[in-house]
């Protein structure tokens, strides 16, 4: 092994696909996946590729400075993908400060484990995933650029650009070697049925009511997983250090239009119909962003990156990812499991 890799929540969604990517691609490099393991981390998103010789699982708290720091020295790690957060916007309305905690905090012990052990060193990177909420909402025509100015309207977001901003500081500062991603919303394979599409597809299911926040009018760009992975594959190869980089899917569409798409696309495999009668609006999340829309021309224009699939293809394999690994679902959704919106409104 000539390079040891810290990927950071490898255990939850994205990170998942991350890992398995890197581990199956890179077999000169040492993954190591650090991960508290919250509700919405899974081992079984890795089952595939936990036997691998060059990866290894460690239980931790990324906010954990005396572990985070023995990491860095028992494996010589040059290389930091940092996914670990806590990820969903209705539960950072409900708990903001655990928001602070992970994706504030974890993260500048990160980076002060990496100042420490990195020094002037040249062949290291810090790369951090970011999201395109950062930018707050914009309206129709206009897209995020990397240049666009940081508006966050949710703890979540806040806290996201509150990382974000720490990591260009250490850049500034220290000469920290970084890169940052801000990406719009990705779907696919084991997602945690809290987010829109895994809800509904859980829903559809199990014919349970579908809640629509509001009007369902909001607009996000979506992005299937391994379009993102693909992203983060040559970014952290042949990014430039110091530079942002905005991820997109070109693909934004309204939530009701998306939940409409979903019911015809699940009714179809399903050989039901009439799924779309489950739809119910339900009240608004507070200070809900009206659209996320984002301009990718830099990645794909400096680095040739495409999304590979539009909303519909993605959508096509993903529900069959959950129909196949229904299991998964069971799994995941037993035991502790509600989502905001159940705990909210449908206790019935
Ligand atoms: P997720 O919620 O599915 O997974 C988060 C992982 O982090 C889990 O495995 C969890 O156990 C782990 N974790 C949480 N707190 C931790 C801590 N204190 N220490 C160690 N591990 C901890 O999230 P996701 O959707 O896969 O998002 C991953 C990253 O990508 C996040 O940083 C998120 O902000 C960013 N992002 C997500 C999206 C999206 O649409 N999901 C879009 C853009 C950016
Ligand atoms: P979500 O998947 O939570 O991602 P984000 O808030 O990070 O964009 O939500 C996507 C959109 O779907 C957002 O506009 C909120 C809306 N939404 C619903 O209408 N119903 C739901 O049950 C959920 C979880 C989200």
């Known amino acids: 092994m000539n390079k040891a890799i810290l990927i950071t929540g490898g255990a939850g969604f994205i990170g998942s696909h991350v890992i ?21 981390g899974n081992l079984e998103n890795l089952n595939d590729v936990e036997h691998q010789d060059n990866y290894q699982f460690i239980k931790g708290d990324i906010e954990d400075s005396k572990l985070v720091d023995n990491l860095f020295v028992e494996y010589s790690i040059k290389g930091v993908i940092h996914l670990a957060a806590e990820s969903h916007v209705d539960r950072s309305i409900s708990d903001p400060l655990s928001f602070i905690q992970t994706n504030v905090l974890g993260t500048v012990n990160l980076l002060n484990a ?3 052990n990195w020094h002037a060193q040249t062949d290291c990177l810090f790369y951090h995933i970011s999201t395109d909420e950062v930018y707050g909402s914009i309206t129709a025509p206009d897209l995020f650029t990397e240049s666009t100015t940081y508006d966050p309207n949710s703890p979540y977001s806040a806290s996201k650009a509150s990382s974000d901003h720490f990591v260009r500081a250490y850049y500034n500062t220290y000469k920290l070697p970084v890169l940052i991603s801000n990406c719009s919303n990705n779907y696919g394979p084991c997602q945690f049925p809290e ?3 895994p809800v509904c597809i859980n829903n559809i299911i199990n014919k349970k009511p579908l809640p629509v926040y509001g009007k369902g009018e909001n607009v996000r760009d979506w992005l299937y997983v391994e379009d993102h992975v693909a992203a983060i594959d040559l970014l952290f190869h042949q990014g430039k250090v ?8 070109d ?11 979903l019911c015809q696309i699940m009714d179809q495999k399903l050989d039901r119909s009439g799924s779309e009668h489950l739809i119910e609006f339900v009240t608004d999340r507070p200070g809900h962003d009206l659209r996320y829309a984002i301009d990718s ?6 680095l040739g990156w495409r999304p590979s699939l539009d909303l519909k293809e993605g959508l096509d394999k993903t529900v069959d990812w959950y129909l196949e690994n229904e299991d998964w679902l069971e799994h995941v959704t037993s035991g502790q499991y509600q989502t905001y919106y159940q705990e909210q409104y449908f206790n019935r």
């Open 242 to 249: 110091g530079e942002t980089y905005n991820i997109g899917g």
């Open 20 to 40: 398995r990517k890197f581990v199956l691609s890179y077999p000169d490099y040492q993954i190591i996946n650090l991960d508290k393991l919250t509700y919405a």
């Open 297 to 302: 021309s830099k990645i794909q224009d400096e």
């Open 251 to 261: 693909n934004q569409f309204k939530n009701i239009d998306l939940v409409n798409l």
């Open 195 to 197: 987010k829109l599409i």
């Open 114 to 116: 990496a100042v420490q």
